[in-house]
């Protein structure tokens, strides 16, 4: 049976400050692009051949890596980073660390996975939740620490602890996540965002830092009231225009950090004619 993605509405007031995995949670990222899903679990989950992927720091995830994720009916798949958002700031932000026999995993309350068969928000989770696969929780603990978000081109992601195996989970909030994962082609993947990403992680990731992630942060309250204020073709319209706006200022940023390398290149360069000269 195909996992349901009916994702529950949270409360006015009920989303944390920022809906995120924390920092040191951990992720499969494939080393071998040309291993199998189930080899790179076994790698990173079990006792299978580490040099096709690693368990490694949802910090220390970057655009263009490719992580462990499921596809239809949990079945484990790749997926590609588009961003990693908050990868260069200090955001800190409320959490709840599900634990469950063998392992945990932590990460804003507003923020989805997947628990008692459906898509819900962690704050839905509670002793005796069972989240994917078969994990039973046994104690949910309130913290606060450093987070992360690294969105992915299929919306989902196997979220680990430091140790022991992972859940299913999504890497959106609850105010889109319903949206994010019910999509087949728009906005993911066919957005000029994500192409970008796949053409140019690095400079992505870069851009995303420096320009975006201020941006985002601040314009988050706003879209959450926009989404739920007008009707889904509108909504589409205008991801389809800041999709856009977002690929004209990738232009102009890589066009401006290209001319400053180059300029920066001339100048060394100068200098050390001088200095032969001299």
């Known amino acids: 049976q195909a996992p349901s993605v009916t994702v529950n509405t ?20 494939a080393l071998d692009p040309l291993a199998s899903p189930s080899a790179a679990y076994d790698a990173c989950f079990g006792q299978g051949d580490t040099t ?10 970057l655009a263009g890596d490719l992580v462990l994720s499921t596809g239809a009916n949990f079945a484990p798949e790749f997926a590609r980073v588009i961003v990693n958002q908050h990868a260069k700031s200090e955001m800190r932000s409320s959490l709840l660390n599900l634990k469950f026999a063998g392992g945990s995993v932590a990460l804003t309350p507003d923020h989805v996975l997947f628990a008692d068969g459906a898509f819900v928000g962690a704050r839905h989770v509670k002793a005796g939740s069972v989240l994917e696969p078969s994990a039973v929780v046994e104690q949910v603990e309130l913290m606060h620490g450093a987070v992360v978000n690294p969105i992915t081109t299929n919306s989902r992601i196997l979220a680990a602890g430091a140790s022991g195996p992972p859940v299913v989970s999504a890497t959106h909030p609850e105010w889109i996540a319903e949206w994010m994962l019910t999509s087949s082609f ?22 995303y ?9 601040s314009a988050a309250p706003g879209l959450k ?8 073709p509108i909504v589409v319209l205008a991801f389809a225009a800041f ?5 004209v200022a990738f232009a102009a940023y890589s066009l401006f950090s290209l001319k400053f390398a180059s300029l920066l290149i001339a100048a060394a360069v100068a200098s050390k004619l001088l200095a032969r000269k001299a």
């Open 10 to 29: 949270p409360p006015a007031g009920g989303n944390s400050d920022s809906p995120c995995f924390h920092r040191d949670a951990t992720a499969c990222r």
């Open 52 to 61: 096709l992927a690693v368990r490694v720091r949802m910090g220390d995830l």
């Open 209 to 217: 830092d420096a320009v975006l992630e201020p941006l985002a942060v």
């Open 186 to 207: 728009y906005p993911l993947p066919l957005t000029m965002s994500n192409l970008l990403s796949y053409l140019f992680p690095a400079t992505t990731q870069s851009f």
């Open 225 to 232: 009231t926009f989404k739920a204020a007008v009707p889904s």
């Open 243 to 247: 999709d856009l706006g977002v690929s």
